[in-house]
């Protein structure tokens, strides 16, 4: 891939001035494709942004792509002013732009290192903006006031489940004090936690994953449930684990306790003990320096780089802006646009680290039979995204235009302020649980295609890339960025998310809340060989 002409817009960056009326929208006047707006039959004459006709020589559905040049057999294909793959035909001004004549080229980008390190202009505190939350004895501040059961191991997670769900029921907790100040008991089960190398990846992935959600801050209290054999003893698990001094943790094993029934009445009756405790916290005014924001995108279409995720890129400005921290991740998905995020890095060091995980993206799909434009999924290809580098140009959009402060593995601890970067897949309840293991205590999620999502115990706004899935599937989306693509400026929707990250901060519900989603999305990154 080379480097992108002088003078282009960053990828993602939506088209200077307000969308026009025309049917056809290009993204940067070097582009050799534009975006339909509507779908298009063939025969169609668009007329583009300065007068010029084009007639379309095929059907165009709505986000997909329209040459608006002739490409031959072999050139490159720019969308967003960068290259996005190779035409495999010829292609003619006016045709249907995808898989059919879309591939994939190598990702060989020219970086320049730190080029694009914009220091943000912070606040004074003074001047930040504030939510309501809780704070933790440690100092850290929580968006939510949860109890948490967290499983070290499959064979615990049905226990687990069995006791959140018993509590969970209606009246279950009626009566006892402080129960309104706390938001509900998640049972924290996975697959995972033995038949694996005892000190491999895989159990210091999962370890450092269970760690992150125990030191969450949404979380009041913790029951740390296991079976009593498996590899992820407790005992290893809670070794040197750094708790707040007011975080209640009671482990149990269900081999000491009698089995399955013994367990989930003492968990019970434990849980109910803990409630006056974590209820005494109350929420009270936080600066939004502290919080700690996620942000994830799936089921992505054509439209998902020019609406929601420059907008929520736009939020990500304003909160680091308000001294907060805000963590862009999704290794395989900014593939082919890391040129991008290693310009903004504030040191050789960051870049190099951000490189070195694309490298060994590359050597772990190689290693099990794939490569890294596997990715995009059937759906994104339906809403009108071909190639990862297409997908990756629009994804890295979330991430606003601030420096790369650091870059992470999966579930470290996020010390930083400003903008940084988690290393992890791009399968969407694995990548937030590592966002969210890493101190994340609010996320977005962009989604094109209509994705249901919730990430307890930090709760979820789902950001859709178009009106006409916000009202399809209103029950589950949050913000309609559709409306960006009707003249709202992106600014205005970044200010806009902001502000919906403060009250949600503050305990307004989002809808996956409402509706209960967020129990089944953990999902820790599973490493190794299972044995």
């Not at 684990?241 to 209640?248: A, E």
């Not at 009698?258 to 209820?279: C, K, S, W």
């Not at 992470?408 to 996020?414: C, I, K, R, T, V």
């Not at 970067?421 to 962009?446: E, H, K, L, R």
Request: charged share 20%.
């Amino acid at each position: 891939m080379t480097a992108a002409p002088t003078g282009t817009a960053p990828a993602g960056t939506p088209p200077a001035a307000a969308p026009t009326a025309s049917s056809v929208l290009l993204l940067h006047p070097h582009d050799s494709v534009g975006v339909a707006r509507a779908d298009l039959p063939a025969g169609t004459v668009v007329t583009l942004d300065g007068g010029r006709e084009l007639p379309l020589r095929a059907d165009v559905p709505r986000g997909h792509k329209v040459a608006v040049t002739d490409v031959a057999a072999g050139a490159e294909v720019r969308k967003y002013g960068q290259v996005i793959g190779r035409a495999t035909a010829d292609v003619r001004a006016g045709d249907h732009v995808h898989v059919h004549n879309l591939g994939m080229v190598a990702s060989r980008p020219e970086h320049e290192f730190g080029a694009g390190a914009v220091r943000p202009d912070v606040l004074p505190p003074e001047e930040r903006a504030v939510f309501q939350g809780f704070v933790r004895s440690d100092g850290r501040a929580a968006t939510r006031n949860y109890v948490g059961i967290l499983t070290t191991v499959n064979c615990s997670a049905t226990a687990a489940k069995l006791i959140a769900r018993q509590l969970q029921a209606p009246g279950a907790l009626d009566g006892i004090d402080g129960v309104g100040s706390v938001d509900g008991v998640v049972a924290l089960a996975h697959g995972t936690g033995c038949g694996l190398a005892a000190d491999g990846a895989g159990l210091e992935v999962l370890r450092r994953t269970l760690r992150g959600y125990a030191r969450h801050p949404n979380f009041g209290a913790l029951l740390v449930l296991g079976l009593g054999c498996e590899v992820n003893q407790i005992s290893g698990l809670l070794g040197d684990l750094d708790l707040p001094d007011d975080r209640l943790v009671v482990p149990m094993a269900i081999q000491e306790l009698g089995g399955t029934r013994r367990t989930v009445a003492e968990g019970v009756a434990r849980i109910r003990e803990f409630v006056p405790d974590v209820g005494r916290a109350q929420r009270r005014p936080v600066p939004a320096s502290e919080l700690v924001l996620g942000t994830n995108c799936g089921g992505s279409d054509g439209w998902s780089g020019v609406t929601a995720n420059p907008s929520l890129g736009a939020a990500v400005d304003e909160l680091v802006r308000h001294g907060g921290t805000a963590v862009l991740a999704e290794t395989p998905e900014v593939y082919g646009a890391e040129h991008l995020l290693t310009r903004r890095a504030v040191s050789p060091q960051v870049a190099e680290r951000l490189l070195e995980r694309i490298r060994w993206w590359e050597r772990y799909t190689a290693d099990n039979g794939g490569d890294m434009d596997n990715n995009p999924s059937p759906g994104n290809k339906a809403g009108g995204l071909t190639t990862i580098l297409e997908k990756s140009l629009g994804a890295v959009a979330k991430g606003g235009t601030t420096a790369l402060t650091a870059v992470h593995e999966y579930a470290e601890p996020l010390g930083e302020k400003g903008f940084v970067f988690m290393d992890t897949p791009g399968y969407d309840p694995v990548s937030v649980t590592g966002i969210v293991a890493g101190g994340a205590n609010v996320v977005c999620f962009t989604t094109g295609r209509g994705s249901v999502f919730g990430c307890k115990p930090a709760p979820s706004l789902k950001l859709a890339t178009n009106s006409d899935v916000y009202r399809r599937m209103e029950d589950d989306m949050d913000v309609d960025c559709g409306v960006v693509l009707e003249g709202t400026s992106v600014e205005e929707m970044g200010r806009r998310i902001f502000d919906l990250v403060l009250e949600t901060a503050s305990g307004r519900r989002t809808k996956s809340e409402e509706i209960g989603v967020g129990d089944e999305e953990f999902t820790p990154w599973q490493l190794g060989a299972v044995m």
